[in-house]
């Protein structure tokens, strides 16, 4: 039988056992070291069951399941409980009291989840899941769902420098669009993960938050698998030695000859070429070094905001509020 903390959800090795002393004996070891455990799930009500190491469940706990299932129609879900670092993308409330967020995580990429109880009750988790905020989070993982329960999350970094202007704002909005929009679920990228954190904290201070995203742009397109084909002509691969086209449909340069046949094309200067090539292949201090005249500026503003447009196959809503 099982037992009145059972009924509440927190089934133990103990309580399926019963009186085997085999099977209870060590409960506090086995209980630190669970690294997962099942979801028994029925319209509104949740049984959490645990009793296992890493992974692996006791035979009494698989007994437990099979009958839940086969004779209560619950559905069983197999979960793991999950630390790591996330940097909040967007938000939206759920339900009367509870809110759904959508990280950019650091060991699992994308992950959305959701708050229970975060509108009710604002000391119940200890961050208010701010947009671009970064925050230490443990979570459920369930197996057969892209949506999982948030059990903690700990404000690390709330970038108060770029919350007082409208303009830093915007560039973080449109940041955390293109990860949302480039990334998909759940598949760990280090990479753009800390250049995300990288543009958030330069964001604060930057002097010229246009050339900021540009960089960031540029950046996660090469990151991503995105980047243009810049140092040959995408169609024919012979060098580009002079007035250089750049086709949207293609990618990259066009010469002089390929031009032709592709008349959908938009001129673009050596100097934006070179800047591009830079800030693609230097890190990203050493990208934010580059000197840029103002021409350049809105060359690469004008093809990279195309260029996501048309492979993304629609445009950003943070693009139209960019000066």
């Known amino acids: 039988m099982v037992n009145e903390g059972a ?7 103990a309580d399926l056992a019963g009186d085997n002393d085999n099977a209870s004996a060590g409960l506090d070891t086995v209980n630190q070291m669970a690294k997962g455990f099942f979801m028994a799930r029925r319209g509104e009500k949740e049984i959490r069951i645990r009793g296992g190491i890493k992974g692996q469940f006791f035979k009494p706990v698989k007994i437990l399941i099979h009958y839940l299932e086969l004779y209560h129609n619950f559905d069983i879900i197999k979960c793991m409980i999950v630390k790591t670092e996330g940097i909040v993308l967007k938000t939206f409330d759920f339900r009367e009291t509870s809110r759904i967020a959508t990280f950019f995580t650091r060991d699992f990429g994308k992950v959305k989840g959701v708050l229970k109880g975060i509108r009710k009750d604002h000391k119940k988790f200890g961050s208010s899941i701010e947009k671009f905020s970064v925050n230490d989070i443990v979570y459920y993982q369930y197996r057969n769902s892209d949506i999982h329960l948030i059990s903690h999350c700990d404000m690390k970094d709330f970038f108060s420098g770029l919350r007082k202007d409208l303009e830093r704002m915007t560039a973080a909005s449109y940041a955390s669009e293109l990860i949302d929009t480039l990334m998909p679920a759940e598949e760990q990228n280090l990479e753009i993960y800390n250049l995300m954190q990288a543009f958030l904290k330069c964001l604060q ?3 010229d938050v246009s050339k900021l995203v540009q960089t960031f ?25 002079d007035a250089p086209r750049f086709s949207l449909r293609l990618g990259g340069l066009l010469c ?13 200067s050596l100097g934006a070429v070179a800047s ?48």
Request: with cysteine; glycine share 6%; charged share 20%.
């Open 276 to 323: 591009i090539l830079h800030i693609q292949n230097n890190d990203w201090d050493a990208a934010l070094r580059l000197g840029m005249a103002p021409f350049v500026k809105k060359e690469l503003k004008y093809v990279l905001n195309h260029f996501l447009v048309f492979h993304l196959e629609r445009q950003l809503r943070s693009t139209r509020f960019l000066s």
């Open 217 to 241: 742009q540029i950046k996660i397109l090469s990151l991503s698998g995105f980047q243009p084909h810049l140092e040959t002509c995408v169609s024919c691969r012979k060098d580009v030695a």
């Open 205 to 207: 201070s930057t002097g």
């Open 256 to 268: 002089g000859v390929c031009q032709e046949s592709s008349p959908e094309t938009t001129p673009i």
């Open 7 to 13: 009924a509440k959800g927190g089934f133990t090795c």
